[in-house]
């Protein structure tokens, strides 16, 4: 069973910084990882698959990288809309979610 | 418009099997490379995969959750029904069903709203 670790769990960050959150695998997952963002009470939401991909209507200012086992979500540009919880997710073999990194206002 | 919606029970008593049904549209199920998973996410907790099922109706499970979980599918009715049997209150959480999309790097790119389901 393949287990993803965020990192960090919580930060707390201003409007316009810049974010950088990071998933690592258990083993090797190709580049088959995805991040979602969950505002409280709504269903996730899709922002990036494949690693990199940016799912349709996303803004430009997140993007993600890596391979293998290592995988960061980066915002551009902290926007009041993006305080939430982001996790990632693989999808090499079945499906796991990381545990969640929860983003507040500084 | 894709769009999907979990119905069922709200309340179970501990023992008993929750049966959810995700009603879908804007798909079909009988498109290669398309699933319908589920996912659960206890009150303030993280999310959990419990298992999903393609379009040729193969089934994946949590390995954790294999022998209580069964999913099946009505593609002439747009659902996808989980079966959870031997309910515990550890198994009170929010369940999610999502359209699994990819022929390669999958992931799940709509959700249903969610349905709360308590144990107790």
């Known amino acids: 069973d393949i287990q993803m670790t965020q990192s960090p769990s919580f930060l707390s960050a201003s409007v316009g910084e810049r974010v950088t959150i990071a998933c690592r695998a258990s083993q090797s997952i190709s580049k088959n990882l995805n991040w979602y963002q969950q505002k409280p009470g709504k269903a996730p939401k899709l922002l990036i698959y494949a690693t990199s991909s940016l799912q349709s209507g996303v803004p430009s200012r997140f993007s993600g990288v890596g391979s293998g086992t290592e995988f960061t979500l980066t915002i551009s540009s902290l926007q009041p809309e993006d305080f939430a919880t982001y996790y990632c997710?693989?999808?090499?073999?079945?499906?796991?979610f990381g545990q969640g990194t929860k983003v507040e206002i500084k | 418009q894709i769009t999907l919606k979990e119905s069922g029970p709200t309340l179970v008593k501990p023992t008993q099997t929750l049966t959810l049904t995700c009603t879908f549209s804007?798909?079909?199920?009988?498109?290669?490379?398309?699933?319908v998973g589920w996912i659960r996410q206890p009150p303030g907790k993280t999310l959990e995969w419990l298992g999903l099922i393609y379009w040729n109706d193969d089934q994946r499970y949590s390995p954790s959750l294999k022998s209580r979980l069964t999913i099946t599918k009505d593609t002439s009715k747009s659902q996808v029904v989980l079966t959870m049997t031997n309910m515990d209150p550890g198994d009170t959480a929010t369940y999610y069903c999502a359209r699994d999309y990819g022929d390669y790097d999958n992931y799940f790119d709509h959700w249903g709203q969610g349905t709360l389901v308590t144990v107790s």
């Open positions: 997710q693989q999808s090499y073999g079945s499906r796991t």
């Open positions: 804007g798909f079909s199920l009988t498109t290669s490379g398309v699933g």
